[in-house]
């Protein structure tokens, strides 16, 4: 049980004890906002006098210091309609301390015995949070800013990139065509589909939302109808198809998917049907199962596309290190129904039939 105290005068000397004790800037107002009592911290803080403020208004502490209109707000309007309020934030210049930001949080004490209403009014400065949040918020302003530019610079980057590759693959188009040897014009031929393959990816980066990765299905079609487009001639008409799953991958192992599809495509309408044929049939696909895939290119040819192609070629090595490059493996199938050929990553069971 709690022994009572003896005299008002020890309740006085107790109710200091506690007000210096705490930390933070306190004050005891009476129901006039008169300062009752003043923690150590609030002289501390503010650096005022005792003397001055015993008895004081508030508004009258520090030459007027702190007749500030929000807390006026405070204490003549909200504290008369509840009996507590947190958080209430103040920003003001005191004259010798500077500018601060106070959080204040108020109470209204009412006694069962008495009239007398008695106000508590803790300080709790957040200046420097504040400063630190302001900081963090143009810190993060800026780093936007820069990402912003970064993303419209890479945008750039890509369009010339891309622009650049056009320029090339017409160069090598045009010499293509002013060179008297057959031999050096297939090269030149082959060249410029190899960078027909780059540009795609390029501008299909430069489209798309993301430059980090990019939608296979979407992209594999769009290259093997610019391909199919540009190689397959009128006297052999031959059906280019795309079957995807799709499925996203990050543009630099797009750039090496596209490269190998390039070439497998370009062997297989230069080699796969050296005669007419009706019905003639190219099918592109591409298949997933979680992180592993699948892609297959195969025909409705003669089926010695392996056989008559050399194996020392370089169509042959750039599919081989792109291959390796990608973690997989190359599987060739050619038989009287034509010639698929797969370049898969892990275990895959395809759920596509060979071109037919």
């Known amino acids: 049980m709690f022994q009572p105290i003896a005299n008002i005068e020890d309740a006085q000397t107790l109710a200091q004890a506690?007000?210096?004790?705490?930390?933070?800037?306190?004050?005891?107002?009476?129901e006039k906002f008169r300062v009752l009592a003043a923690s150590r911290s609030f002289y501390k803080t503010f650096e005022v006098d005792p003397a001055q403020t015993q008895g004081t208004l508030l508004y009258a502490l520090g030459d007027g210091q702190w007749d500030i209109p929000a807390l006026r707000l405070l204490l003549e309007t909200i504290i008369p309609e509840k009996t507590a309020m947190d958080g209430f934030e103040v920003e003001h210049d005191f004259p010798r301390i500077g500018r601060r930001t106070m959080l204040l949080n108020?109470?209204?004490?009412?006694y069962d015995h008495s009239s007398a209403i008695t106000i508590l009014l803790a300080f709790n400065d957040i200046t420097a949070r504040r400063v630190i949040e302001r900081e963090k918020e143009e810190l993060l302003?800026?780093?936007?800013?820069?990402?912003?530019q970064k993303d419209v610079l890479l945008r750039e980057m890509e369009h010339r990139v891309a622009n650049s590759l056009?320029?090339?693959a017409s160069i090598l188009l045009l010499k293509a065509r002013s060179v008297t040897s057959e031999e050096t014009r297939q090269h030149l031929k082959d060249a410029h589909q190899r960078v027909l393959s780059v540009a795609e990816v390029q501008r299909h980066l430069h489209t798309s939302v993301g430059?980090?990765?990019?939608d296979v299905g979407s992209y594999l079609s769009k290259l093997c109808g610019s391909l199919a487009t540009?190689?397959?001639g009128e006297a052999q008409p031959i059906e280019v198809t795309v079957t995807t799953e799709g499925g996203r991958m990050d543009s630099q192992k797009a750039v090496s998917l596209g490269l190998i599809v390039t070439e497998l495509l370009l062997n297989a309408i230069k080699y796969a049907f050296p005669e007419e044929k009706d019905g003639a049939r190219i099918q592109v696909s591409y298949e997933t199962a979680g992180s592993d895939w699948k892609l297959t290119v195969s025909d409705n040819g003669v089926g010695k596309v392996i056989n008559d192609v050399p194996?020392?070629?370089?169509?042959?090595?750039?599919v081989e290190a792109l291959v390796k490059q990608l973690e997989a493996?190359?599987?060739?199938i050619g038989d009287n129904d034509g010639t698929s050929i797969s370049v898969t990553r892990a275990t895959f069971t395809s759920r596509v039939p060979r071109a037919a």
Do not use: C, Y
């Open 18 to 30: 506690i007000v210096n004790t705490i930390t933070e800037p306190f004050l005891v107002l009476d």
């Open 141 to 148: 302003k800026r780093t936007e800013d820069l990402l912003n």
């Open 166 to 168: 056009q320029i090339i």
């Open 106 to 110: 108020a109470r209204k004490v009412l």
């Open 211 to 214: 430059i980090d990765e990019i």
């Open 311 to 318: 194996a020392t070629g370089l169509g042959t090595a750039i």
């Open 230 to 232: 540009s190689m397959v």
């Open 329 to 332: 493996k190359v599987e060739v």
